[in-house]
């Protein structure tokens, strides 16, 4: 793509014309924003760039693995993995109201990524990959509720607090400008297409009190759910696709027994922009073939349902 050619060309002048001999920071999230500022500031200063991955132990599963050896290994950028899974959820144990998780889990996150940050030292610089619709938003919609979706990106104030001046090379650019300047920078197709997945991970797709073994049997039945998605070509098609376990236990039968295990939801929708959208009209084969093989290959799940509301009047995560 020729624009995004000479965009790249001119976004490396500018960062390396800001940063000088300095040292810069960033928030590696492994979703698509900050993962293309990371990669295009690596281009530019290379080594002067140290990104940090807060793991708080709500990710999908095998993601976090995969975040880590995209990274280091694929484009040798320095990473360092913040493994506080066992901080998060404990700091979560017993807390079932949904934004009292969000303010938790926002909290932790920049604890944690200012102590990590503390340790890299004379870094100047916090690398964050906002877009234009971010700029956009915090001036128009000030407190209005795109401002809570981004809350716990939104490092807003630590900047300051740490004295770190901001590089934000993405500020001009809408999001499908983002994903071409991925492709342009030799990002996976696969990766630039990855459906949006919130902050607070699946803290809020555990609807009520998180236990380790809700998280892990979501993590299983999610993986299965895009499975499936995948395997029938539909993965693009969907805005968002995943798996809420819901807090109920019900009773079905197996074999000769009777199991006494959760019931799940499963979510897809498709939309533009996350604030209206609709849910996907999977056939009936699909759904059934998709519930058989989570009560099959999934512990603890013996009960599947499909979402089928639309936004409004619902949201698209249960919480
Ligand atoms: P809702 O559930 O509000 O979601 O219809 C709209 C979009 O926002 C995402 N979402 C969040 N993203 N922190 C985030 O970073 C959050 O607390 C949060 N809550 C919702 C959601 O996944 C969807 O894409």
């Not at 390396?16 to 492994?30: D, H, M, N, P, T």
């Not at 095998?62 to 506080?84: C, K, T, W």
Request: charged residues 25%; hydrophobic residues 40%.
């Amino acid at each position: 793509d020729w624009t995004m050619g000479a965009y790249r060309e001119e976004a490396i002048r500018l960062i390396r014309e800001q940063v000088g001999g300095k040292k810069v920071i960033c928030a590696l999230s492994g979703g698509v924003d900050s993962s293309v500022a990371a990669v295009l500031i690596h281009e530019a200063i290379g080594e002067q760039l140290t990104c940090v991955f807060v793991d708080h132990g709500l990710l999908r599963l095998g993601e976090a693995e995969q975040v880590v050896s995209m990274f280091r290994e694929h484009y040798n950028l320095p990473l360092i993995h913040a493994d506080e899974s066992e901080l998060f959820l404990s700091a979560l144990d017993g807390v079932s109201d949904p934004e009292t998780k969000r303010k938790i889990i926002g909290g932790l996150f920049i604890d944690v990524f200012q102590k990590y940050a503390n340790e890299i030292e004379g870094a100047e610089f916090l690398a964050q990959g906002t877009l234009y619709p971010d700029v956009i938003e915090s001036v128009s919609f000030s407190g209005g509720p795109s401002v809570t979706i981004k809350s716990h990106h939104n490092v807003g104030g630590l900047p300051e607090k740490m004295g770190l001046k901001l590089v934000e090379p993405l500020r001009e650019l809408f999001k499908d400008e983002v994903r071409a300047l991925g492709h342009e920078l030799g990002l996976p197709p696969s990766f630039i297409g990855r459906h949006p997945f919130p902050g607070p991970g699946l803290a809020i797709r555990c609807p009520g009190e998180i236990t380790r073994e809700k998280l892990e049997i979501l993590r299983k039945a999610d993986a299965v759910f895009i499975d499936q998605i995948r395997k029938h070509g539909l993965y693009d098609d969907i805005w968002q696709a995943f798996v809420a376990i819901l807090p109920v236990r019900t009773v079905g039968v197996m074999g000769d027994g009777r199991t006494y295990d959760f019931a799940c939801a499963l979510r897809a929708v498709t939309s533009v922009d996350g604030m209206t959208a609709d849910y996907y009209p999977f056939t009936h084969e699909f759904l059934g073939e998709t519930a058989t093989r989570i009560i099959n290959e999934v512990k603890g799940i013996n009960r599947v349902t499909y979402d089928i509301t639309s936004k409004p009047p619902g949201t698209i995560e249960w919480e």
